[in-house]
């Protein structure tokens, strides 16, 4: 069982790291994207996994068992290298369905203070 | 670009092969080994090993960009991973994406993608929405 109580819990990272260009053009290469002037949309789930990782730990969530269910992104302005960003994670809801367990999260995603990216993920692990 | 409402977009198919998924686990950081190694993938249920949801998906991007001229005009985009991609080591899988204009207001176009690997649909409720001049 996921603990219900992580529901609203939110972590920021409060260092900016800097994007850089080497990351986003492997990562075109990878997904046959010739224009790597910008990062791709979902170049971005890349560094924010690893938020909504630290912010389901110890919240009783089997990672064995877990798929992917959604995934969307909202994008106010693309990625490129040198921006340095700042995460925020935020989990918004913990839910069974059909004998699984899903969690959802949300990543703000900051350059300079202003909020470019959101992006919406729906863990599931399977029952 | 210029798009009308109803527009069906031209389709396309991408090849995915393990050296494929191999260089989407190294760009992405994404190492899970079910989308590597055989032995564990069917050790865990699967039928075989099977794409990152997040390279199909990403694929969609790959494919949406190059019809508008590059992804930084990509305002929204998402799906649901509806079916995997199956990846044996001896026959690359194919996936093919097409695209509807489903609206344009403001300024905006929402194209709603299909991803079909086989018969099968690979992503569910796909939609991008992007910036037209």
């Keep these: 069982m996921i603990d219900p109580t992580i529901v609203g819990k939110r972590i920021t990272n409060s260092t900016p790291f800097t994007v850089d260009q080497v990351s986003i053009t492997s990562f075109c290469r990878a997904i046959g994207e010739q224009d790597d002037s910008f990062a791709p949309p979902t170049f971005t789930f890349t560094f924010i996994i690893a938020a909504f990782e630290e912010s389901l730990q110890n919240a009783g969530v089997d990672w064995t068992r877990m798929v992917h269910g959604d995934q969307r992104f909202e994008i106010r302005e693309p990625i490129k290298a040198g921006d340095r960003l700042t995460l925020s994670s935020t989990v918004e809801s913990v839910r069974s369905a059909a004998g699984n367990e899903l969690v959802s999260v949300r990543a703000d995603i900051e350059r300079d203070g202003r909020e470019i990216i959101q992006a919406w993920s729906t863990l599931v692990v399977r029952g | ?133």
Aim: aromatic residues 6%; without cysteine.
């Design chain 2, 1 to 133: 670009m210029n798009f009308t409402v109803g527009e069906v977009l031209p389709n396309r198919t991408f090849s995915i092969d393990r050296r494929a998924l191999k260089a989407y686990a190294d760009a992405s950081g994404d190492q899970n080994p079910i989308h590597q190694d055989e032995a564990f993938a069917k050790s865990v249920g699967l039928p075989n090993v099977i794409a990152h949801g997040m390279f199909t998906l990403a694929l969609g991007g790959t494919y949406i960009s190059d019809l508008i001229g590059g992804p930084s005009k990509i305002r929204k985009f998402g799906a649901r991973f509806t079916k995997p991609v199956v990846v044996p080591a001896d026959e690359p899988a194919q996936v093919e994406f097409s695209g509807t204009v489903a609206s344009i207001e403001n300024g905006i176009a929402t194209i709603e993608l299909t991803a079909l690997h086989g018969d099968q649909k690979v992503l569910g409720m796909a939609k991008a929405e992007i910036v037209i001049d």
